[in-house]
């Protein structure tokens, strides 16, 4: 009651507008109010009365998009709310799809907005944001063609004998991104010839008032077996606003031709028992018309029947989609893109579909509008581009190199069968990928094959110039084309993948000499006083190597053993007759001079039925409990 006259409030979308009448309805109701949805989805009965005075004389609460900044005249307005966003369709040139983003207005359409205050009088606007923010908005909004679909354009450009927009002037010249994808999609649906000029097909499509997509149907229609009536059904359908209406509809383009033809053949009370708009199917049938009167003389018809979803495949062939492991609901389209549609849908289910309408979502594109399609007609429609592939790869699950001819549109999989005879270098590489993706470890690494490893690893350290391979963990993965591959013949799972022998595959890196100098630099053994042949433990990494041996076998040796070429003493582990450590050295005659006499008095009390002399030089080793 503060100002006078009817209030117009901005906001970004229908979800918006829907939101806030049910949370205004009881108030405005109880104020006598009219609280009315204006948006371009509505039916023109429903536009006109938001746009009108109210015929009972109320004041109206009207709930607006962006439309109502300069499409429609509205009188009466003294009040403007203004939320300061809006929501409009941007074009991804990389998914050839379009989004609906909600953005900032900028401070040109916010005085737009505010201009429709008082347009006769006095007024008053709102704006729901707070005063630094409007120093942020952009002068304008962006041109229409930095954000557009440019498929018409370029089809209007390639049929002007323009090969290169830059040849024109532009006051915004078009994104080379966009323009690029728009290029590419005219290729594909026959309008462009490889060298980018425009064919006779293309000719005819730039002739009707359609988007290239719908023009490119309309065109192939003509040569399907009764398909042109039903093609220019569905071009008005698909280019004009959704004639059903409620949250409830399906996504099924069939409805909407059903619901057109009981108008057709009913009248509009019956097409409004189906939640369809009478309005819309006036238009539709108007528009489907006017492009039968377009239409040039047929075609000679295909063999191959129409059906609503090869016309709409036509029409948006890199849509074809195919249900994903029998999720419902959930779809992988020819472009490889994801998509889906309400588990509810009575189409969740459908092997394939043509998707005629989705959104560029970041991660699956939810889909508006589609229609059954069956596999057979993609096999007819677009043998061209069927292609058939054998697809040898590592399966993780299974631990197993799986091979299959596949028979592929796109990113569809639309059959296949077990190869019987893969190629062995495609199975191989599979192989390869599969174990490295499961680590070394998926190897059958024995005690001998990691200890030659280490052995090798220990003279690379020790030698840095005697080219010693290096066979850690980190250089083996990635090299395995070159030291494994050659084993692997025959083998395509993981289980098999046990019978190798790693240890003479890892000696095979070593030429003969090197294999030579290998058993005596770095042995496996070594043979100490006792004559047992005691086996020395290598870390790899440099360090000496652990020789563990009962300290009574090692009685009378002076001098620490040593390897590679005398230059490597060992690191001494003497054991006790329970095999466990009671010194460690590197200088075993220190230790009999200096460490043993203290440390025979503790074994001595601890093992007295062994043999522990008062003097180890003049000792005989011995393995057993006594010398003998």
Not at 368 to 381: C, N, P, S
Not at 564 to 580: E, I, K, N, Q
Request: proline share 7%; with cysteine; aromatic share 4%.
């Amino acid at each position: 009651t503060e100002h006078p006259g009817d209030l117009l409030a901005f906001l970004p979308g229908v979800g918006e507008i829907s939101r806030t009448k049910t949370l205004l309805t009881t108030l405005a109701d109880a104020a006598g109010l009219a609280l009315l949805p204006l948006h371009g989805s509505l039916n023109q009965a429903d536009q006109d009365r938001a746009v009108r005075p109210d015929a009972k004389g109320r004041r109206r609460v009207i709930l607006a998009t962006s439309i109502a900044e300069t499409s429609i005249t509205i009188e009466g307005i003294g009040m403007v709310v203004d939320c300061g966003w809006k929501r409009l369709p941007r074009f991804d040139p990389n998914s050839g799809l379009s989004r609906l983003a909600t953005v900032r207005i900028s401070r040109a359409s916010a005085n737009q907005r505010a201009g429709r205050a008082g347009r006769l009088g006095p007024g008053v606007c709102y704006r729901l944001w707070h005063p630094g923010v409007e120093q942020g908005l952009q002068a304008f909004d962006r041109p229409e063609i930095l954000e557009a679909d440019l498929a018409p354009l370029a089809l209007q450009l390639a049929r002007w004998g323009v090969a290169d927009p830059g040849q024109l002037a532009w006051l915004d010249p078009p994104p080379t991104g966009a323009m690029a994808q728009a290029r590419e999609l005219l290729t594909r649906l026959g309008a462009l010839d490889l060298t980018g000029s425009i064919t006779a097909t293309g000719k005819q499509m730039a002739a009707l008032p359609l988007h290239p997509r719908l023009a490119h149907m309309l065109c192939e229609a003509r040569g399907q077996t009764g398909a042109s009536p039903l093609g220019c059904d569905l071009a008005a359908l698909l280019a004009e606003r959704d004639i059903l209406s409620g949250a409830a509809r399906s996504v099924d383009i069939e409805d909407r031709l059903h619901a057109l033809m009981v108008f057709r053949a009913q009248g509009p009370a019956a097409a409004r028992t189906l939640a369809a708009d009478p309005d819309a199917c006036r238009r539709i049938d108007q528009v489907s018309r006017q492009l039968a009167d377009l239409l040039v003389s047929p075609k000679k018809n295909s063999p191959h029947a129409a059906s609503i979803g090869s016309l709409v495949a036509l029409a948006f062939p890199d849509r074809i989609a195919q249900q994903r492991d029998n999720a419902r609901g959930s779809y992988r389209m020819a472009s490889g893109r994801g998509a889906s549609l309400p588990r509810h849908d009575h189409l969740a289910g459908t092997p394939y579909l043509a998707v005629a309408n989705l959104d560029a979502s970041k991660q699956e594109g939810h889909i508006f509008l589609a229609a059954r399609l069956a596999k057979d007609d993609i096999l007819a429609l677009f043998s061209d581009q069927i292609t058939r592939e054998d697809m040898v790869q590592w399966e993780a699950k299974a631990a197993t190199v799986a091979a299959r001819g596949q028979v592929k549109f796109g990113a569809l999989i639309l059959a296949e069968q077990p190869l019987s005879r893969p190629d062995p270098e495609k199975v191989r590489a599979a192989l390869m990928n599969g174990i490295r993706a499961m680590g070394l470890a998926a190897l059958p690494w024995s005690d001998k094959a990691r200890a030659l490893q280490a052995r090798i690893m220990s003279l690379r350290v020790w030698q840095p110039g005697e080219n010693w391979p290096d066979l850690t963990d980190n250089a083996l993965l990635p090299a395995m084309a070159a030291w494994l591959a050659p084993y692997l013949d025959g083998i395509k799972t993981r289980q098999q993948l046990q019978a190798l022998d790693l240890e003479e595959i890892l000696k095979g890196r070593l030429d003969w000499t090197q294999q030579r100098r290998l058993e005596q630099e770095a042995p496996t053994h070594i043979q100490v006083p006792s004559g047992t042949r005691v086996r020395l433990q290598y870390s790899g990494d440099g360090s000496p190597p652990v020789l563990a041996v009962r300290l009574q076998e090692m009685f009378g040796l002076a001098e620490t053993p040593t390897i590679d070429r005398g230059r490597m003493p060992v690191l001494l582990h003497l054991l006790s007759p329970a095999r466990r450590p009671v010194q460690i050295t590197r200088d075993l005659r220190g230790f009999w001079d200096r460490g043993y006499r203290e440390l025979k008095k503790e074994l001595q009390g601890r093992y007295p039925r062994h043999h522990w002399p008062n003097d180890p030089w003049a000792a005989v080793p011995t393995a057993r409990i006594k010398p003998g």
